[in-house]
């Protein structure tokens, strides 16, 4: 089962006690604090973990178990690997390590001469050499995952003979799900997660009780309904089920809310390919608002947007009557939009995954940031990196390869152009709308900036975050005399306000 999640959600999935092992730098365990202190949902195995993270400050982690491919281990293969001398077999398969028993194994060996012993798995604690001298124990070594139905449907009995330590009382053993789905005998180490297993496995928390237990087992008679209570548990324990329980918590997660301003004046195409990225990549587990201001579109734009927002209840409609131009379009979009955190977004843009909330990270770790825009493909500031790709179809994995190589990073910025940016209502409330005196375009962006930082907060590009720009798909049709003449008087105006206008660069690269 495929689980699809917002790309930029931060799960700590928790499934070792890493302080258990031994050698385990002091650097490693304070990074795992310091991933499960911001991390949206922390996630754990077992109960004991549970209480550990707890007593870190996590009193909200959520135990997700491990679980099994029930169809891959329930029925018996064709072909078995038979025993030697068509003796019983007392099986284990799973990593032979530091927290693998293997005096217990000897003692076993020994007490249950007439049986074989088969150990499967990646031996990097020389038990082979240990148990050489017994010929009744064979190590066959690491197996593919494909084989082991056929051992696991050969064992009569199946072991988790594991030493009682840190890292195994908080583990929740994957093998003993698989071993169930065989319907099979089984004897554990009584470790605190094996108690959810009931009567369904033997337990002891001593050799001679655990010794005792597979004797019991080696003689227990058949028993069908036994077997199938067995199996019918570790059908319910699949890593479906896991993804589920998983996708609930997701779902029950509460986010900031946002709104997408997506101001649009003709250039139906491009719209739509704005909007169809925005519902299809915006994967935001929070609330989404879209809100289509219209600048009085003479083409089919109002009649599109009507039918899109028949069926996206997301999307909110804000229809002009007249072409209002950039600022006080926007303004019409902002003032209608409700959410907790403000986007700007140009129609001739199309977003990839993950971008709203990877934006949204920067603000929550950032608590002076104002206004951040992303990296694109095409503007004329420090906003354009280097990527390439000859489509738009091409565009996500050229997207993928620049933002994780810069995960997490910022740019500091000046000025950002208003493609696209977001900001908090905070400062949204605090800052203003934008100055409607710029008309058509034209230094709006960089007076809304300077407002911004006139109130000490601080302006950057989020280089984990690509957005696909075209740049200037409604200036183009504008006659050059025209925006040549308006760009003069947008710039007195600007100057007016903030001084002399210091043209926008390009980074160094």
Request: proline share 5%.
């Amino acid at each position: 089962m495929a689980l699809t999640l917002p790309n930029a959600l931060q799960i700590y999935d928790c499934m070792d006690h890493h302080e258990g092992f031994g050698g385990m730098p002091p650097t490693l365990v304070e990074q795992e604090h310091a991933y499960m202190d911001r991390a949206d949902i922390v996630t754990v195995t077992s109960q004991w973990l549970h209480d550990w993270a707890s007593s870190k400050g996590r009193q909200d982690a959520i135990i997700v178990r491990n679980g099994c491919d029930y169809q891959h281990f329930y029925a018996p293969p064709k072909q078995a690997h038979q025993p030697q001398e068509q003796r019983k077999v007392i099986g284990y398969f799973g990593a032979i390590a530091e927290w693998f028993d293997v005096e217990l194994i000897q003692k076993l060996a020994q007490r249950f001469g007439d049986c074989e012993v088969v150990l499967v798995g990646n031996d990097t604690v020389q038990a082979g050499r240990a148990l050489a001298h017994l010929p009744n124990v064979r190590l066959v070594g690491e197996k593919p995952y494909n084989e082991l139905p056929q051992y696991l449907h050969d064992f009569d009995v199946c072991l988790l003979p594991f030493q009682r330590i840190p890292l195994t009382l908080a583990t929740n053993p994957v093998k003993v799900y698989e071993y169930l789905c065989a319907g099979s005998e089984v004897v554990c180490t009584d470790l605190p997660e094996i108690a959810q297993f009931g009567e369904l496995v033997h337990k002891s928390d001593t050799h001679e009780g655990f010794i005792e237990a597979v004797n019991r087992a080696l003689n227990a008679p058949a028993d069908q309904a036994m077997q199938a209570r067995r199996q019918a548990f570790a059908q319910s324990q699949t890593w479906a089920e896991r993804a589920q329980c998983l996708r609930r918590s997701v779902q029950s997660l509460e986010l900031p809310s946002i709104s997408v301003v997506v101001l649009t004046y003709n250039n139906w195409a491009y719209t739509e390919a704005c909007l169809d990225s925005l519902f299809t990549r915006t994967d935001y587990p929070g609330q989404l608002e879209v809100v289509a201001a219209d600048n009085a579109s003479s083409d089919e734009t109002v009649e599109r947007l009507k039918e899109w927002a028949t069926r996206e209840p997301r999307l909110k409609l804000v229809l002009n009557e007249s072409n209002l131009g950039f600022s006080a379009g926007n303004n019409t979009g902002l003032a209608a939009a409700t959410s907790d955190y403000l986007v700007m977004l140009n129609n001739d843009t199309v977003v990839t995954r993950g971008w709203l909330l990877s934006l949204l990270r920067h603000f929550q770790a950032t608590p002076s940031l104002g206004l951040l825009g992303p990296a694109t493909n095409h503007i004329g500031n420090e906003s354009k990196v280097p990527v390439h790709y000859e489509s738009l179809t091409q565009m996500p994995a050229a997207s993928r390869v620049w933002t994780l190589a810069h995960m997490g990073q910022l740019y500091p910025m000046r000025t950002l152009a208003f493609f696209c940016v977001m900001m908090s209502r905070a400062v949204y409330e605090r800052i203003g709308p934008m100055d409607e005196t710029f008309g058509r375009g034209f230094f709006e962006d960089d007076d809304y900036c300077r407002r911004v930082e006139q109130q000490g907060l601080h302006l950057a590009c989020a280089d984990d975050v690509l957005v696909h720009h075209r740049l200037s798909a409604s200036f183009d049709k504008v006659d050059s005399g025209e925006r040549q003449a308006l760009f003069e008087r947008n710039k007195a105006y600007y100057e007016s306000k903030w001084g002399a206008w210091q043209p926008h660069r390009y980074r160094d690269h």
